[in-house]
């Protein structure tokens, strides 16, 4: 029993918002749609030109969608695609769009299952729906292809395919699924598909037959980062709908979309940074979001991403990364792959994984630097050529506590590391 159960809200009471700050969070959460899309009227009209002859039931051409992350590629697609199947229902001809997410449905099969699924969602009765037609496994692909292709000459109309993070369909399977999509048409009597590809990496197309590319990018657009007054106005026309009316600083808008456009023009970002100042200015019960708050935000979001980065990496890569918390420890501000090295081996040693070569470590010391979780420079050694030397700048606590989640970096196990032996041998 706490001194909070009595009252109507119980435990909960004091955690929840006194709505000071937020009129509606939603608005500011990755899931929220946008109607109003501020600086992104020439892509859009680029899109709705090339989709229009959908409307007329005729094939539009497909389109591959090209921008670094955040600038407004699924937005933009999506309001687009409402628009054309809100239209086309009015006119009479059947548009659909069927949105994938290809870091998740990223196999043949799965493509085209969930095309056929979505189809039949959108035509079914109720009833309908409980029979899942196709099984998202175990099918033979030809099946697959073949009922999805009965399907789209029952329904008729264009179906407009959206493959978003199309780079990572390619990389898991190759670029049989665009083969077969971009040659479907020929196989269909009385219904249209075409495909839009989005990506913030271009480098897949190097894995694409030069047949499938050139029909996958009929046409192409890309996406420019936005710069911070563009930023500026996606915040203030999101921060409208999302916050109490004075309760944010005059500076908060600014601040964040200057952090924001200081990386890479992110609206994701920019939209993160306000809601995240906000909940931390609610969560101290101010009256306002302030610039401090910014500040904080920022902070906060860093650390979370290196978390859930670090939490990610592959075991190797994690004892690397322990091996240089362990020289830390051992007082040494700066260390060189050589040490990392040594430590690496007494690690990997207790924790019962195979060694790697010290050029394989470089390679992983150079990828946790691209990750920005370690820091490196080149330095001369004069006639003994030139090493790599590293260092952290965050705080390595939070290092330590997400790399003891890993079973097996587990305390008990890295408690048999003899550090008193290791720091005899640096001297
Ligand atoms: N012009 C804009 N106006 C309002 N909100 C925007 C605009 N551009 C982007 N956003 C918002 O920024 C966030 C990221 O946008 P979106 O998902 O469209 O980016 P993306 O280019 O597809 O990124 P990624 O490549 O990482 O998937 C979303 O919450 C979106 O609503």
């Not at 029952?154 to 959206?162: K, N, P, W, Y």
């Not at 030139?386 to 290092?399: A, G, H, V």
Request: hydrophobic fraction near 40%; aromatic fraction near 6%; include cysteine.
């Amino acid at each position: 029993m706490s001194e909070n159960d009595d009252q109507p809200l119980g435990l909960f009471q004091k955690f929840l918002s006194n709505n000071r700050i937020f009129k509606n969070r939603e608005v500011l959460r990755h899931s929220y749609r946008p109607q109003i899309l501020p600086h992104r009227r020439p892509q859009i009209d680029a899109i709705a030109s090339i989709l229009a002859p959908a409307i007329k039931d005729e094939t539009p051409s497909n389109i591959l969608i090209y921008g670094k992350t955040g600038t407004g590629k699924t937005a933009c697609v999506r309001y687009v695609g409402s628009e054309l199947e809100k239209v086309g229902a009015g006119v009479g001809t059947g548009c659909r769009v069927v949105h994938l997410n290809c870091e998740v449905i990223d196999t043949q099969y799965r493509v085209l299952a969930q095309i056929a699924k979505s189809l039949e969602d959108l035509d079914a009765t109720p009833s309908d729906r409980a029979r899942a037609h196709i099984p998202m496994t175990g099918w033979p692909t030809d099946q697959v292809y073949t009922e999805l292709k009965n399907q789209l000459e029952a329904t008729g109309g264009v179906l407009v395919i959206v493959l978003d993070e199309i780079d990572k369909l390619v990389k898991k399977s190759g670029d049989e699924t665009l083969y077969n999509l971009t040659r479907i048409n020929a196989d269909l009597q009385g219904a249209k598909v075409s495909i839009i590809g989005i990506s913030n990496d271009l480098r897949f197309t190097d894995f694409l037959d030069p047949r499938v590319l050139s029909s996958l990018s009929e046409e192409e657009i890309v996406f420019p980062p936005y710069n911070a007054p563009q930023l500026c106005d996606i915040l203030a026309q999101r921060a409208e709908m999302a916050f109490v009316e004075g309760s944010l600083e005059e500076g908060v808008i600014p601040l964040c979309a200057a952090f924001a456009a200081q990386e890479h023009g992110d609206a994701r970002r920019a939209l993160d940074l306000l809601r995240v100042s906000g909940e931390l200015a609610d969560r101290e019960n101010a009256e306002q979001a302030k610039e401090k708050h910014v500040r904080m935000a920022l902070d906060k979001i860093e650390t979370d991403s290196m978390i859930e980065c670090i939490s990610t990496l592959p075991t190797q890569s994690k004892v690397v990364l322990y091996s240089m918390l362990l020289l830390e420890e051992m007082d040494k501000k700066i260390f060189t792959s050589g040490e990392v090295t040594r430590v690496y081996r007494e690690v990997s040693r207790i924790v019962n994984i195979d060694p790697l070569t010290h050029r394989r470590i470089t390679d992983l010391i150079s990828e946790l630097n691209m990750l920005g979780v370690i820091n490196t420079r080149v330095v001369s050694k004069g006639r003994y050529g030139r090493t790599k030397e590293m260092w952290f700048d965050s705080n390595t606590k939070k290092i330590q506590e997400v790399l003891a989640k890993d079973p097996r970096l587990s305390e008990e196990r890295l408690a048999q590391v003899d550090l008193n032996r290791l720091k005899a041998s640096f001297r």
